[in-house]
């Protein structure tokens, strides 16, 4: 591997990371596009982006929760609030992560 470099997402990599999600879950459909930017939105510190030689290659996704608002018994759907995540709390003390995936080439690598 060459240079592999972690940063927040930016809006401007939106339609690189919806188009990356297809590849990664072909059977899947991707986040729509305004969840994305929602996500930005909601907690920018917390959505990240993997760059391999400046292509991205990966993601990370995360909000904050207070845990005691949410059952053991929860679907990613409602905790995410359907992957907006208007569900952000920053009084919370609890980082979800939300989502992680890699370039289905480069898996295995430790990117994740």
Not at 64 to 90: C, K, M, R, Y
Not at 93 to 105: K, N, Q
């Amino acid at each position: 591997m060459d240079e592999l470099t972690i940063r927040t997402t930016r809006s401007d990599d939106v339609d690189v990371l919806l188009a990356l999600q297809e590849r990664v879950y072909p059977a899947i459909a991707p986040w729509r596009k305004d969840h994305l930017v929602r996500q930005l939105q909601m907690f920018p510190e917390g959505q990240l982006i993997a760059e391999l030689d400046g292509e991205v290659v990966g993601c990370a996704s995360s909000l904050v929760i207070l845990w005691d608002d949410w059952s053991d018994e929860h679907t990613w759907q409602e905790i995410t609030a359907a992957g907006t995540f208007s569900t952000h709390n920053p009084e919370g003390f609890t980082l979800y992560g939300a989502e992680v995936f890699v370039d289905p080439r480069l898996r295995g690598k430790k990117i994740g």
